[in-house]
């Protein structure tokens, strides 16, 4: 039992009205009093961070492109929300995907919320590729949930339910709107849950305008990492475009900011640099292919 002390201390009539009301649910001033300043103690130090007992190591999740993760110190930080941005059709959905598979390869639990394309067209895109979604979903490591029109309680509930390590949500624009992303309540409880168990997220999002431009966005800024795709003409008479992947932003991480040309191959997309740094970044993919003109496109030469 707590030794009683007593103090002696003037209050204003009005902290004194709001005194005697509580005084009547919890019985004397001094017990009022007691309570208030335990419940202040409280709070303050609710959210007070151990130092020490924060973990000093960074976990590191793969994406499925070596090459890429060799840019990014080996991949994601887990726990980490991207956002995957660009034009239309250039490869940031088939980037998700591969995001996720390589997750549930690996037997961890992965869920992909696409809000503007049915789950058959989604599993179709993926034969193209080689990739057998149906096997993971049978064994219980993918879940799709095509043109989702679920509310916030309804995706909080699958979250809880399924447990994933990895999520895509493609895309924000349709989910909510820019301009009020990061006041809003429905997203920040998403976040939340996302945050606290330590989920690693990417979150597709559609550039409008002139891509050469660069403008940022309210989802750019939410995130824990942003990550750009791109495509250019080399000249006004060629028919075929470059396609660039370049990471914009990544927390804890130091990365190679210079924008890297990259291919849709059998397996999905890979990156294109020396024959020495392809091989080097992954010998199980099979044979490594070539670029459209067969050239040796290397990081140093962009």
């Not at 940031?92 to 961890?108: C, V, W, Y």
């Not at 639990?109 to 979903?137: H, N, P, V």
């Not at 991480?253 to 020396?274: A, C, K, M, S, W």
């Amino acid at each position: 039992m707590h030794n009683k002390r007593p103090i002696h201390t003037t209050l204003s009539t009005e902290a004194m009205r709001i005194l005697e009301r509580y005084e009547k649910e919890l019985g004397t001033k001094n017990v009022v009093l007691e309570r208030a300043l335990m419940g202040m103690d409280k709070l303050r130090f609710k959210e007070k961070l151990d130092a020490q007992s924060i973990s000093r190591i960074i976990k590191r999740v793969n994406t499925g492109i070596p090459l890429f993760d060799r840019n990014i110190e080996g991949g994601v930080p887990e726990g980490f929300i991207v956002v995957v941005t660009g034009q239309p059709g250039i490869g940031k959905t088939t980037f998700s995907l591969q995001f996720l598979l390589e997750g549930a390869k690996n037997n961890e639990r992965c869920i992909l919320f696409s809000f503007e394309e049915m789950a058959e067209q989604i599993i179709k895109q993926s034969i193209r590729f080689g990739w057998d979604i149906g096997e993971y979903m049978e064994r219980g490591f993918l879940e799709v949930f095509g043109f989702s029109r679920f509310s916030t309680e309804e995706i909080l509930e699958i979250i809880s339910v399924f447990k994933p390590k990895r999520i895509a949500f493609d895309s924000l624009n349709i989910f909510s709107d820019a301009n009020n992303f990061r006041r809003s309540t429905h997203w920040r409880n998403i976040l939340k849950e996302i945050k606290e168990k330590k989920i690693t997220c990417f979150a597709v999002t559609e550039k409008k305008g002139d891509p050469e431009k660069e403008e940022f966005d309210e989802f750019d800024f939410m995130a824990d990492g942003v990550i750009l795709f791109n495509k250019k003409y080399e000249n006004e008479i060629d028919p075929h475009p470059t396609y660039y992947i370049h990471v914009k932003k990544m927390r804890l991480t130091r990365v190679n900011e210079i924008p890297h040309p990259f291919i849709f191959t059998d397996h999905g997309i890979e990156l294109i640099g020396t024959i020495c740094e392809r091989k080097t970044a992954d010998s199980s993919n099979g044979p490594t292919p070539v670029d459209r003109q067969n050239m040796d496109l290397s990081i140093d030469k962009q």
